[in-house]
């Protein structure tokens, strides 16, 4: 990732010092993540959040963190952006995140910039920290410099992502299992259930975790395809063979080749519409 912090500005400069790390994020759900996992480092303290890029910039300058956490597609200001108005002689140690996109990563990956792809595990967290840590320690900010010059004269800017048709839903969902980023068709999905702070993605009978909020997948998937039918299920329609109405309004989806899934009496009523009972007496 980009590592650039001007050594008489940022306390990461000196090595007995602790990190100070700023998390740039419009998603609140991936802002929680990330401050969960850097608050249990004993040698980080975070110094600030921000939900877009122009409160980014301001912290930046105000805070003078020695690492940034920064989402690229963000409304307004991207992460990219952000850079160019701070300036990469000016950033301090930054560690991009993006949802999956080839393009992006590969251009990091060139130019030997530290990235997370969204949704990331403990694992690539952890790696990802440890060498933000050596790069502060080691101060090594000509390389960074140019490191991050170059992705800013080579990557061309990813459009911001919004629901509904203007932005498009989305079409595919990054899982990293073992280590490997790959993406899952959103098409291929049956039925997606919440699980903590990960929802699992069910795929004919396989299960893939994603740190993703039931909330953030419902937004973003296109409610023709897909209905939420309780607060911890997102089913997609095609795959709705039928409806068991249960005692006290709660219900049963019954899914094609089999498989029950609870339906809430608040979300029932919407089944019933897309299935065409709206009007018959209960």
């Known amino acids: 990732m980009s590592a650039t912090t001007p050594a008489h500005t ?39 959040e921000a939900a877009d890029g122009v409160e980014a910039v301001e912290r930046i300058r105000a805070l003078r963190p020695d690492l940034v956490f920064l989402d690229i597609r963000m409304p307004g200001l991207s992460g990219l952006d952000v850079v160019r108005q701070i300036g990469p002689e000016s950033m301090p140690a930054t560690v991009f995140a993006t949802a999956y996109d080839q393009h992006a990563v590969e251009a990091f990956r060139l130019a030997a910039l530290d990235f997370l ?13 440890q060498r933000a840590r050596r790069l502060v320690a080691l101060n090594d900010l000509a390389t960074m410099r140019a490191r991050l010059l170059d992705v800013l004269g080579t990557t061309a800017e990813p459009p911001v992502e919004t629901p509904g048709p203007a932005g498009g839903y989305l079409e595919r969902i990054a899982v990293e299992e073992q280590g490997t980023i790959r993406p899952i068709a959103v098409a291929d999905i049956d039925y997606i259930l919440a699980s903590g702070p990960y929802a699992e993605l069910v795929v004919a009978g396989r299960r893939h975790l994603v740190r993703e909020s039931m909330q953030s997948l419902e937004d973003r998937l296109d409610p023709r395809r897909f209905l939420r039918i309780h607060r ?38 919407a089944l019933e519409r897309w299935l065409g009972l709206g009007g018959q007496p209960r």
């Open 117 to 129: 792809v969204k949704p990331f595990d403990d694992d690539r967290f952890a790696e990802t920290l």
């Open 232 to 269: 911890s299920v997102i089913v997609r329609l095609d795959r709705v063979e039928g409806l068991r109405r249960g005692a006290g309004g709660d219900g049963e989806v019954l899914l094609k080749g089999g498989g029950r899934l609870r339906v809430s009496r608040t979300r029932r009523e």
């Open 10 to 48: 940022h306390a990461g400069s000196h090595p007995n010092t602790r990190l100070r790390v700023l998390i740039v994020d419009d998603e609140e759900f991936n802002r929680l993540r990330l401050r969960d996992l850097l608050e249990a480092q004993s040698d980080v303290d975070v110094v600030g």
